[in-house]
């Protein structure tokens, strides 16, 4: 009865952390630039303090070496799908340099992608994991990195996919290294291969709409 209870407790405290977590930067995203910038970095780490909280281990965050050796296959793959992507816009003459191809700009987005994977799993998908089955999971923690990317439909669907693909590699590999790379890697090349009329530079919520672009 006792354990009960607590299982019973241990599921609403991850629906309630979920809920928030999701609600929190979602509404972050609609928000004017300077009050973004006020309450963003909060939005983003209150999901890191809660998963910290409970002290799990390196390896359970997949921050360790556990499934790095096995899971490198991810990373050629995703080299040779930018390929095929960048040769097939190029066919179809969407293909256009970064708005910003400087080392900076690369290496933020990088480390960005490699937070967002720690986001997905780490908070989503194992909030997710403990409360349905392991594809229901999967497939809501997809929906939920897809929602948060509207309006930007290309990326709504792009990341749709690729939150799928990727919860399910984190569950065989368990390392977030290769997947937060090869994140980087499809998501450069993303920006290079869609017209920027359609992605307005990879924004996201109001932001998106807010676009406007440079004119020589």
Not at 48 to 56: A, E, N, T, Y
């Amino acid at each position: 009865y006792q354990l009960s209870i607590s299982q019973s407790c241990s599921s609403t405290r991850n629906l309630a952390e979920l809920i928030f977590g999701f609600l929190a930067i979602d509404a972050v995203l609609w928000l004017p630039t300077r009050e973004q910038l006020i309450f963003g970095p909060i939005a983003l780490l209150a999901p890191l303090v809660m998963v910290l909280w409970r002290r799990p281990g390196m390896n359970e965050l997949g921050l360790g070496w556990r499934g790095f050796a096995g899971s490198l296959w991810i990373l050629p793959a995703a080299v040779a799908l930018g390929v095929l992507g960048v040769e097939a816009a190029k066919y179809a003459g969407t293909f256009h340099t970064l708005y910003a191809p400087d080392f900076s700009h690369v290496g933020g987005y990088v480390l960005w992608t490699l937070y967002q994977q720690f986001l997905l799993q780490d908070f989503f998908h194992a909030r997710l994991s403990s409360l349905l089955s392991a594809n229901a999971a999967i497939g809501l923690a997809a929906v939920l990195f897809a929602l948060v990317h509207l309006p930007n439909i290309p990326l709504v669907l792009a990341t749709l996919v690729w939150g799928a693909v990727s919860c399910a590699l984190f569950r065989r590999y368990r390392n977030l290294y290769v997947l937060g790379l090869a994140q980087g890697l499809l998501g450069l090349c993303f920006a290079v291969c869609i017209p920027d009329v359609w992605l307005h530079h990879m924004r996201v919520g109001l932001g998106f709409l807010r676009y406007h672009p440079m004119h020589s």
